[in-house]
């Protein structure tokens, strides 16, 4: 079945370490996302990619960290410069629709990264 | 700055009464709309989106929003909740051609009562 993986699903890392959280998707998207989800404020963009080897920062992107250098994969790396990195993440991704605008985004299951 | 506001936080409802969610967004120009629903324990799914033409769009499940424009608004509705609906419902607003990067609302918290 074609979808968004990430993992894992529940992540603890101590405080000042860097994690590293995996999103691959075989819909054959070409724009991958990353959004953090808080209570009580929606999810807000961290980064994103339209196309291999070129991503943008969002709205939120201090202290995190992006590659994209297939296609399918779009990892997040929270670094220890994030203050507040405990938060539930998801990872989205879209397609071009004929005539360039793009489509809804669709999303993968999230992980869950606690910072203890 | 671009926002989008959903008027209540959560929302307590008995089965088989009708629901409305409000949603308002500030942005002038061009815009994509999108309600999503968060069941519990389950990833973030599309209920309806509105790109263009009808302003009234029908999505997943019975429920339907409306576009208006001169008031920046895209409420959602359903006539009859189920208790299934129980879940988290975002409000989303992307620009021109870039459907997938979003702007969303802080999320309504829907109960609806057996």
């Known amino acids: 079945d074609g979808g968004i993986t990430q993992s894992p699903k529940y992540l603890f890392r101590k405080e000042g370490q860097n994690v590293t959280l995996s999103c691959e998707q075989n819909l054959n998207h070409d724009a991958m996302y990353w959004y953090r989800q808080d209570p009580g404020q929606g999810l807000r963009l961290i980064y994103y990619s339209q196309i291999v080897n070129d991503f943008q920062k969002g709205d939120i992107a201090e202290g995190y960290s992006v590659s994209r250098e297939k296609k399918e994969s779009f990892p997040l790396t929270v670094t220890s410069a994030q203050k507040n990195p405990t938060a539930f993440y998801l990872c989205?991704?879209?397609?071009?629709?004929?005539?360039?605008?793009?489509?809804?985004?669709?999303f993968g299951q999230g992980t869950r990264l606690t910072v203890v | 700055a671009q926002s989008v506001s959903q008027h209540n936080h959560h929302v307590i409802l008995s089965e088989a009464a009708s629901l409305e969610l409000g949603c308002n967004y500030s942005?002038?120009?061009?815009?994509?709309l999108f309600w999503y629903v968060q069941y519990p324990g389950q990833h973030l799914q599309l209920l309806l989106k509105y790109f263009s033409g009808d302003p009234l769009v029908k999505g997943i499940k019975g429920f339907e929003a409306e576009f208006i424009k001169s008031k920046f608004s895209f409420n959602l509705r359903k006539p009859s909740v189920q208790w299934s609906d129980t879940a988290e419902y975002f409000c989303?607003?992307?620009?021109?051609?870039?459907?997938?990067?979003?702007?969303f609302g802080q999320g309504t918290e829907l109960s609806v009562k057996p």
């Open positions: 989205a991704s879209s397609f071009p629709r004929t005539g360039g605008a793009d489509t809804e985004a669709f």
């Open positions: 989303a607003v992307s620009q021109g051609n870039q459907g997938g990067k979003l702007i």
């Open positions: 942005y002038g120009g061009t815009v994509n």
